[in-house]
């Protein structure tokens, strides 16, 4: 078979040095001596489930050789065809030859571990990186269609009658340059002697291929510029791994594929190695405010309150006066429900949606502005600005390859988030109907040039519009004044009709407020001079993260009546009696902590009250005495089930009782009829002076309470609860490590402590020694990860800390698995923490 190259070979050289590397490949892989990792298992299970690419800890690579490891990084180009070459000789050693099928493939190895340096987002990729293997976290916003590349085409020669070969390399192959000089992109058309060529399709080899675009996660990119991107190209088994709107992290060789001419530079791009789905993982990815120990015990402390909804809701937007059920709706939205997705398929959405529709100058947009910068993720667009494919999805044309590719909107980069939706009514009736399906059915279906395929929507939405005359006329029904279809508003859980009401003591009370409010001085300004401008804004819960890694953050503010006079002492049952206001900083912690570790389940209890609501409002409607802002459906009954259950997670509740349904048909029948619920007062006799009086029983049971929060003191309850506990745990007999509870009212797991012999045994088996200073070192790092990554819970597993040990060192500097197993065991005897089976327990 002859070859069209003008090389037959690479240098020697070369070839020695590929020989020794894939050599000593060949040895880590097959090294079962090892206590950390046993790859030979690895590709048997592999070949079993019929894959192509090993995935391969750069850890245990590093603690093996570390030479070797920081080649792969700094030189991939060099050692990752080596890296495959011992990986392909193993599995011809290994396969089973009547149960594997190995011929024609090719097999690769995927990296993942701890990169240091080589760590970075598309923001930070800079030159000095090109030729390197990287590692980075983004959004998919654009995926092509997959297409065939061909490696190899075999031809053949009708007169001759014989059969050429050619390879054809371009820049997304990971091979030495001085390997590729025989190749080209031109298909022969003879053979050299003027004899015509036939392609032979049938014998010639293919790949897939993909490009795909990854930018910056809009939470993470910095206000006032434009997120950035970078280009990803997926070969064989890495396409179709993940989707626009899918939160990944790339491992891949940051490669020049050309030049460009004049200004332009070269175009650059990633070559993907391994892709790893955030999506999967707790809070889908989305940057997280670390928890510290006093802040779980103040989150835990601060829920067993009688009125903790109402000084969550009151902590809200203490700027703007009044609007306490919209504070309150908008408190359940950031808790959200519970979603429930069925064995049958079904998918029901634990997301709450609401709308505000009302007067102009009150406060919709400043509360929508509020949300933006609470919530982990946020994406903020205006009606008149946004078109229908903006918000859901779009297929664009790629201008230098002609083919389709499908462009996330809006909606579906906020997967897990939260869309704040300004002058929703100055939307299209086109595009405001495409936001229809993404409402209910939280999903992007796409069928248009050939692309067919749904993509993840599961956002909670928040609307603000103003009604069809401009201001609201209170003497016309409510549809008459709300220019929205039934179909969309029965989507909004909430719908709540803000009127600018004509009133003599609330207009003193509102000019009072917004007068206080321009009298504020910003701290160190002088009275005359131009206030200090925040350009650094912060929009994530992320923004506070390098200040709450060094202090503790606080959980009240000083109640200043220049900037909070719009948090009010409301009367009724769990209400405020005193003006306190939590700081923002620690509402986001206290909202990530409910949302994330509290799944609250129905109760009887609940159930019919929530049944009983539903059809007594069904009745009032059908009697037609009342006039609803909008149409009571079945949607109506899920609305009072998401409301109930986000009302428990306010109270870190595990189960969803009778006091969550009633607050909830409190805010619905406000929403509704504008109707303001007062809960009956308990009575009770009490003898005063001899005589017998009634008096409130909620009111005393409050006094007594909040006496007992100011002088630190225990409630019966609480003392009966901890003595139960203490019973249980002697009950026991098998004292567990310490850990702070998940829910307020669970009792504290405890560890199982049946893997000590096993690892006693791995310690006989370890060989790798650690210094004192490097082992002061690991001491240091770990703490700061228990900080600022791991919180109250103080638990890990040893493959996922390694990583965040290693996160910003040196290749010089970073630890290898069998190094830190060896750390964490010399702690361990130190009584630092506890150390089993392969996890971390903080003591």
Same mark, same amino acid.
């Given at each position: 078979?002859?070859?069209?190259?003008?090389?037959?070979?690479?240098?020697?050289?070369?070839?020695?040095?590929?020989?020794?590397?894939?050599?000593?490949?060949?040895?880590?892989?097959?090294?079962?001596?090892?206590?950390?990792?046993?790859?030979?298992?690895?590709?048997?299970?592999?070949?079993?489930?019929?894959?192509?690419?090993?995935?391969?800890?750069?850890?245990?690579?590093?603690?093996?050789?570390?030479?070797?490891?920081?080649?792969?990084?700094?030189?991939?180009?060099?050692?990752?065809?080596?890296?495959?070459?011992?990986?392909?000789?193993?599995?011809?050693?290994?396969?089973?030859?009547?149960?594997?099928?190995?011929?024609?493939?090719?097999?690769?190895?995927?990296?993942?571990?701890?990169?240091?340096?080589?760590?970075?987002?598309?923001?930070?990729?800079?030159?000095?990186?090109?030729?390197?293997?990287?590692?980075?976290?983004?959004?998919?916003?654009?995926? &092509?269609?997959?297409?065939?590349?061909?490696?190899?085409?075999?031809?053949?020669?009708?007169?001759?009658?014989?059969?050429?070969?050619?390879?054809?390399?371009?820049?997304?192959?990971?091979?030495?340059?001085?390997?590729?000089?025989?190749?080209?992109?031109?298909?022969?058309?003879?053979?050299?002697?003027?004899?015509?060529?036939?392609?032979?399709?049938?014998?010639?080899?293919?790949?897939?291929?993909?490009?795909?675009?990854?930018?910056?996660?809009?939470?993470?990119?910095?206000?006032?510029?434009?997120?950035?991107?970078?280009?990803?190209?997926?070969?064989? *088994?890495?396409?179709?791994?993940?989707? +626009?709107?899918?939160?990944?992290?790339?491992?891949?060789?940051?490669?020049?594929?050309?030049?460009?001419?004049?200004?332009?530079?070269? &175009?650059?791009?990633?070559?993907?190695?391994?892709?790893?789905?955030?999506?999967?993982?707790?809070?889908?990815?989305?940057?997280?405010?670390?928890?510290?120990?006093?802040?779980?015990?103040?989150?835990?402390?601060?829920?067993?309150?009688?009125?903790?909804?109402?000084?969550?809701?009151?902590?809200?937007?203490?700027?703007?006066?009044?609007?306490?059920?919209?504070?309150?709706?908008?408190?359940?939205?950031?808790?959200?429900?519970?979603?429930?997705?069925?064995?049958? #398929?079904?998918?029901?959405?634990?997301?709450?949606?609401?709308?505000?529709?009302?007067?102009?100058?009150?406060?919709?947009?400043?509360?929508?502005?509020?949300?933006?910068?609470?919530?982990?993720?946020?994406?903020?667009?205006?009606?008149?600005?946004?078109?229908?494919?903006?918000?859901?999805?779009?297929?664009?044309?790629?201008?230098?390859? #002609?083919?389709?590719?499908?462009?996330?909107?809006?909606?579906?980069?906020?997967?897990?988030?939260?869309?704040?939706?300004?002058?929703?009514?100055?939307?299209?009736?086109?595009?405001?109907?495409?936001?229809?399906?993404?409402?209910?059915?939280?999903?992007?279906?796409?069928?248009?040039?050939?692309?067919?395929?749904?993509?993840?929507?599961?956002?909670?939405?928040?609307?603000?519009?103003?009604?069809?005359?401009?201001?609201?006329?209170?003497?016309?029904?409510?549809?008459?004044?709300?220019?929205?279809?039934?179909?969309?508003?029965?989507?909004?859980?909430?719908?709540?009709?803000?009127?600018?009401?004509? *009133?003599?003591?609330?207009?003193?009370?509102?000019?009072?407020?917004?007068?206080?409010?321009?009298?504020?001085?910003? +701290?160190?300004?002088?009275?005359?001079?131009?206030?200090?401008?925040?350009?650094?804004?912060?929009?994530?819960?992320?923004?506070?993260?390098?200040?709450?890694?060094?202090?503790?953050?606080?959980?009240?503010?000083?109640?200043?009546?220049?900037?909070?006079?719009?948090?009010?002492? &409301?009367?009724?049952?769990?209400?405020?009696?005193?003006?306190?206001?939590?700081?923002?900083?620690?509402?986001?912690?206290?909202?990530?902590?409910?949302?994330?570790?509290?799944?609250?389940?129905?109760?009887?209890?609940?159930?019919?009250?929530?049944?009983?609501?539903?059809?007594?409002?069904?009745?009032?409607?059908?009697?037609?005495?009342?006039?609803?802002?909008? +149409?009571?459906?079945?949607?109506?009954?899920?609305?009072?089930?998401?409301?109930?259950?986000?009302?428990?997670?306010?109270?870190?509740?595990?189960?969803?009782?009778?006091?969550?349904?009633?607050?909830?048909?409190?805010?619905?029948?406000?929403?509704?009829?504008?109707?303001?619920?007062?809960?009956?007062?308990?009575?009770?006799?009490?003898?005063?002076?001899?005589?017998?009086?009634?008096?409130?029983?909620?009111?005393?049971?409050?006094?007594?309470?909040?006496?007992?929060?100011?002088?630190?003191?225990?409630?019966?309850?609480?003392?009966?609860?901890?003595?139960?506990?203490?019973?249980?745990?002697?009950?026991?007999?098998?004292?567990?490590?310490?850990?702070?509870?998940?829910?307020?009212?669970?009792?504290?797991?405890?560890?199982?402590?049946?893997?000590?012999?096993?690892?006693?045994?791995?310690?006989?088996?370890?060989?790798?020694?650690?210094?004192?200073?490097?082992?002061?070192?690991?001491?240091?790092?770990?703490?700061?990860?228990?900080?600022?990554?791991?919180?109250?819970?103080?638990?890990?597993?040893?493959?996922?800390?390694?990583?965040?040990?290693?996160?910003?060192?040196?290749?010089?500097?970073?630890?290898?698995?069998?190094?830190?197993?060896?750390?964490?065991?010399?702690?361990?005897?130190?009584?630092?923490?506890?150390?089993?089976?392969?996890?971390?327990?903080?003591?």
């Amino acid at each position: 078979m002859a070859e069209f190259s003008t090389q037959d070979a690479a240098p020697i050289l070369a070839d020695d040095l590929m020989r020794d590397r894939a050599r000593q490949f060949v040895e880590f892989l097959d090294d079962e001596t090892q206590t950390n990792y046993n790859y030979r298992e690895a590709i048997r299970r592999m070949l079993d489930i019929e894959q192509v690419r090993l995935i391969v800890n750069l850890d245990d690579l590093r603690d093996y050789d570390r030479t070797y490891a920081d080649g792969i990084l700094l030189e991939p180009m060099a050692y990752l065809p080596a890296f495959d070459a011992a990986l392909l000789q193993l599995v011809q050693a290994i396969h089973d030859p009547i149960k594997h099928r190995i011929a024609g493939n090719e097999y690769y190895v995927g990296l993942r571990g701890s990169f240091g340096q080589q760590h970075c987002n598309p923001r930070t990729l800079r030159s000095h990186q090109i030729g390197k293997m990287v590692s980075l976290e983004g959004i998919v916003t654009r995926c &092509s269609l997959v297409r065939p590349k061909m490696l190899k085409s075999i031809h053949y020669a009708p007169k001759t009658q014989k059969f050429h070969s050619r390879s054809y390399h371009d820049a997304t192959i990971i091979a030495p340059s001085s390997t590729l000089t025989g190749s080209t992109t031109v298909i022969p058309q003879d053979d050299g002697e003027g004899n015509p060529l036939l392609m032979e399709y049938g014998l010639s080899t293919f790949r897939d291929h993909q490009t795909i675009n990854i930018q910056e996660m809009p939470e993470r990119a910095p206000a006032g510029q434009l997120p950035r991107g970078v280009e990803v190209v997926l070969a064989d *088994d890495l396409v179709d791994c993940c989707k +626009p709107g899918d939160r990944i992290q790339m491992v891949g060789v940051f490669k020049s594929s050309g030049g460009g001419q004049g200004a332009r530079g070269f &175009s650059t791009s990633i070559i993907a190695n391994n892709v790893i789905l955030l999506s999967s993982k707790q809070g889908g990815g989305i940057a997280q405010s670390p928890l510290t120990d006093t802040d779980i015990r103040n989150i835990n402390k601060l829920s067993k309150r009688r009125n903790i909804f109402n000084l969550l809701s009151q902590s809200l937007a203490p700027s703007i006066y009044g609007s306490d059920h919209i504070k309150q709706a908008i408190l359940l939205l950031l808790l959200g429900g519970e979603e429930k997705n069925l064995k049958n #398929g079904a998918h029901i959405r634990g997301d709450i949606n609401v709308l505000m529709v009302g007067d102009p100058s009150t406060a919709k947009s400043q509360m929508l502005r509020f949300v933006l910068n609470t919530a982990p993720l946020a994406i903020a667009t205006t009606g008149r600005g946004s078109s229908g494919v903006g918000l859901t999805a779009a297929v664009t044309t790629d201008k230098d390859t #002609g083919e389709r590719r499908l462009e996330a909107g809006a909606m579906v980069l906020a997967d897990r988030g939260v869309v704040c939706i300004d002058e929703f009514d100055k939307m299209s009736e086109v595009d405001r109907v495409a936001i229809h399906e993404v409402m209910e059915q939280q999903t992007v279906t796409i069928a248009k040039a050939g692309i067919h395929t749904s993509l993840n929507a599961r956002c909670s939405v928040i609307a603000a519009a103003n009604p069809i005359y401009g201001q609201y006329d209170v003497h016309k029904d409510p549809h008459r004044n709300i220019a929205l279809p039934d179909s969309l508003l029965s989507r909004f859980d909430l719908l709540f009709v803000v009127t600018d009401d004509t *009133d003599e003591q609330r207009d003193r009370a509102i000019s009072e407020h917004v007068l206080r409010m321009h009298r504020y001085l910003q +701290p160190g300004v002088e009275e005359g001079q131009p206030p200090v401008e925040n350009l650094v804004q912060h929009l994530d819960v992320g923004g506070e993260e390098a200040e709450s890694r060094t202090t503790e953050t606080p959980v009240f503010e000083k109640f200043n009546p220049l900037l909070h006079g719009g948090v009010t002492t &409301s009367s009724g049952r769990g209400a405020n009696k005193k003006k306190e206001v939590l700081s923002i900083a620690f509402v986001k912690k206290y909202i990530q902590y409910a949302k994330n570790r509290c799944h609250p389940v129905l109760t009887k209890a609940a159930a019919d009250w929530i049944v009983s609501v539903y059809s007594g409002l069904r009745n009032d409607d059908l009697a037609g005495n009342q006039k609803k802002t909008s +149409p009571l459906t079945a949607r109506t009954l899920e609305t009072l089930i998401r409301l109930s259950t986000a009302h428990a997670k306010a109270r870190l509740s595990t189960n969803v009782d009778e006091r969550d349904a009633i607050a909830a048909e409190e805010i619905l029948r406000f929403a509704l009829f504008k109707e303001v619920v007062r809960p009956e007062r308990r009575k009770k006799r009490k003898l005063v002076n001899g005589q017998s009086i009634e008096v409130d029983a909620d009111e005393e049971e409050e006094d007594v309470e909040e006496e007992g929060e100011e002088e630190g003191g225990v409630s019966d309850e609480q003392r009966r609860r901890a003595q139960e506990k203490s019973r249980r745990l002697e009950g026991d007999g098998q004292p567990g490590p310490s850990r702070q509870p998940v829910q307020g009212d669970d009792a504290e797991d405890d560890v199982d402590m049946d893997g000590a012999e096993a690892a006693l045994a791995q310690d006989e088996l370890s060989t790798t020694d650690i210094s004192a200073e490097r082992l002061d070192m690991f001491q240091s790092r770990l703490d700061h990860v228990f900080t600022t990554s791991l919180g109250a819970d103080g638990i890990v597993e040893m493959t996922e800390l390694v990583p965040m040990i290693n996160e910003g060192l040196t290749n010089e500097d970073m630890f290898g698995t069998g190094e830190a197993r060896v750390a964490l065991e010399k702690m361990g005897e130190r009584n630092m923490i506890m150390f089993s089976e392969g996890t971390v327990y903080k003591l």
